[in-house]
């Protein structure tokens, strides 16, 4: 079983740039596609990046994913951030073991 | 567009069995994966498992030993029971539908998920 590890909280400040990163224990990050949700206070989850780089109609372009092979891990990088990117952002992934990981979860706050 | 609606009992009490129903609608349930996820208070997501249209299921193995998921094409419906339930199994449960699957030696997985349905606040307390 392999887990994906990501930061418990992040912050920063409006207009700011911040990146959320989600590390693979086993396994290759390349190996199998990424997506990644925001959820806010009192909602479902909603899909912001999925198979690793491709975002859904609707969410802003400041909203990016990257995969790097050399630190295992993927990547949410939100530009220009805004009040309302406050949320939890989670990543998730698979492996022929393991249809469905999620990542534990970032708390991103916009102070 | 497709919706999930969640729903059953808010409250099961210590050792019974928790069920729920997710409803389809706007489209079929036939051709696709479909998902339960939960979400404990404060908490992150946990992967239930999923059931493919046809009755094919995949469970985390965390919870295999206590959960079935069944589909009812008829209604458009697919169903959860865990059972044996304690305090731990205490959560927001949600529906969803993984967008896309990836198909890879006999053996598919699900994409990302959307739509999900609202989800549903399940207690397990006495």
Known sequence: ??????????????????????????????????????QRPGSAPTTVIYEDNQRPSGVPDRFSGSIDS?????????????????????????????????????????? | QVQLQESGPGLVKPSETLSLTCTVSGGSISSYYWSWIRQPPGKGLEWIGYIYYSGSTNYNPSLKSRVTISVDTSKNQFSLKLSSVTAADTAVYYCARPAATYCSGGSCYPGWFDPWGQGTLVTVSS
């Not at chain 1, 992040?10 to 700011?16: A, D, L, M, R």
């Not at chain 1, 949320?87 to 022929?96: K, V």
């Open chain 1, 1 to 38: 079983n392999f887990m994906l590890t990501q930061p418990h909280s992040v912050s920063e400040s409006p207009g700011k740039t911040v990146t959320i990163s989600c590390t693979r224990s086993s396994g290759s990050i390349a190996s199998n596609y990424v997506q990644w949700y925001q």
């Open chain 1, 70 to 111: 050399s630190s295992n891990s993927a990547s949410l990088t939100i530009s220009g951030l805004k009040t309302e990117d406050e949320a939890d952002y989670y990543c998730q992934s698979y492996d022929s073991s393991n249809p469905v990981v999620f990542g534990g979860g970032t708390k991103l706050t916009v102070l």
